[in-house]
């Protein structure tokens, strides 16, 4: 088959720039909850967008869902139960499921459609979806962790679309309340935050939320991601109590995670905050 190959483009009105790829779209579909489309890209293998922006791509997912878990993972003393909210894709459950210590790891994804999406184009990132520790949910994450029982999760992951849409309750105070409850004492949460060059404004306003509903700290880790806007990205990690991270940097344990981006030396960097987004965030600490 020859595909008509064009260009994939999103752009962003707010800063005047755009991403694009040259590429040919094989499916899409509306599904009661958002547009899905793939693209067969020349240079990035496939890509799903969701609303006409782009979501995961073959050649670079690695770097965030290695950064959406790991960091978290290994900064939590006892991570033995996650729960991902989103990540319809399966590849931040995948990484989740690198780590023996998790008993067991629910993905509470709304809508379905993406997960099977993937598993026909990105299989890569199924193969733990048969994993006994794994539990698929499709459903209401708002919803699910409102009936989630008080201090019954580690970690939560959450793993969403920007701020608009079926995601934009995902980022508000009366759900990260809920998260608050629904933790165990040393529990932790990590959100992806979006970029701290275009972002900050969301980033700070997500910080003082986190603190108002309850966590004792906040932190932000950042990275690059080539097909997000700016191609630099950030996820934001708030605990329950204490103020700060002590990360489990065992040199042995990170090897065996078999990952391509993350290791001991990029945990310790990725921490380390530009001086503008540092002076952004310091200023609302005690909210």
Known sequence: MTLDRSWFSESVDASGSAFSLKAAKIHEEQTPYQRIEI???????????????TMVSTRDNFLYHEMMTHP?????????????????????????????????????????????LSEQYFPE????????????FFGDGIQWMKDAPDGSIDLIIIDSTDPVGPAEGLFGLRFYVDCVRALAPNGLLVQQS???????????????????????????LHFPQTIYPSGWWSASIAQKQGDSLTPRLDADAIARLDTRYYNAEIHQAAFA???????????????
């Open 39 to 53: 693209w067969k890209t020349e240079t990035f293998g496939y890509l799903m967008t969701i609303d006409g922006c």
């Open 194 to 220: 979006e970029s701290p060059l275009l972002n900050l404004e969301l980033i700070t306003e997500m910080h003082e939320a986190m603190r108002k509903a309850g966590f004792a700290a906040t932190h932000l």
């Open 273 to 287: 905050l530009p001086t503008y987004v540092r002076t952004a965030l310091d200023a609302i600490k005690g909210v």
């Open 125 to 136: 990132l199924c193969d733990k979806n048969d994993d006994p520790r794994a539990t698929l």
């Open 72 to 116: 978290a993972l290994n900064s939590h003393p006892h991570p033995r139960k996650v729960v991902v909210v989103g990540g319809g894709d399966c590849g931040t459950l995948r990484e989740v499921l690198k780590h023996p210590e998790v008993e067991s790891a629910t993905q509470v994804e709304i809508d379905e459609r993406v997960t099977r």
